[in-house]
C-alpha cells in the first residue's frame, strides 16, 4: 500500500459517501419513506450508520486497488469513464435490477437508483483516474 493508494481511497470514500447521501438522501429519501416496508426510517437505520461508513471504506479500498491495477497508458479521462460504466455494469444496473424483480417497488424508483448510482460512479471514475494519471518525467 503506497501514498498515492492511500489518497486516492480517502478520496474516493469522501465522494462517494457523499455522492451517496446525494442521491439516496436528498434525491431519493422522500420516495423511500413511502416505501416503509421495503427501507428503514431515517431515525432506525442511523443506527447502522458504521455499517454503511465500513462498506464505503471496504467499497473505496476495493475500487482504487482494482483501477490502479487495470490502467493502461492512455488518456485518463476516457480510461476513468470506462471504468466507471465497468463498475456499473458489475454493480448498481444488476443490483437494481435484481431488487426490482423481488421486491414491489415501482420501475421508475430502479431507474433513478441504476441513474443515480451509474452517474457517481462515472464520477468516481474521472476521480480515480485523475489521481492515478501518468506523470511525465
Same mark, same amino acid.
Given at each position: =500500500? ?5 489518497? $486516492?481511497?480517502?478520496?474516493?470514500? /469522501?465522494?462517494?459517501?457523499?455522492? $451517496? ?10 420516495? @423511500? ?5 421495503? @427501507?428503514? !426510517?431515517?431515525?432506525? $437505520? ?13 467499497? !473505496? ?5 482494482? @483501477? ?8 485518463? %479521462? ?6 466507471? %460504466? ?12 435484481? @431488487?426490482? %424483480?423481488?421486491?414491489? =417497488?415501482?420501475? $421508475?424508483?430502479? /431507474? ?23 506523470? !511525465?518525467?
Amino acid at each position: =500500500m503506497n501514498k498515492n493508494f492511500l489518497i $486516492s481511497w480517502v478520496a474516493i470514500f /469522501v465522494v462517494w459517501m457523499a455522492g $451517496s447521501f446525494a442521491v439516496h438522501a436528498a434525491w431519493l429519501g422522500d420516495t @423511500y419513506a413511502g416505501f416503509p416496508n421495503l @427501507y428503514r !426510517s431515517e431515525t432506525d $437505520s442511523a443506527q447502522y450508520m458504521y455499517l454503511m461508513l465500513l462498506a464505503h471504506v471496504v467499497m !473505496s479500498a476495493a475500487f482504487v486497488w482494482i @483501477y490502479q491495477r487495470g490502467k493502461e497508458n492512455k488518456p485518463w %479521462v476516457a480510461q476513468g469513464l470506462r471504468y466507471g %460504466v465497468a463498475i456499473a455494469l458489475l454493480a448498481p444496473i444488476p443490483m437494481y435490477t435484481i @431488487y426490482f %424483480v423481488v421486491q414491489p =417497488m415501482p420501475a $421508475s424508483l430502479a /431507474v433513478q437508483q441504476i441513474i443515480g448510482d451509474t452517474v457517481l460512479l462515472l464520477i468516481l471514475g474521472v476521480i480515480a483516474a485523475f489521481l492515478n494519471r501518468a506523470t !511525465s518525467a
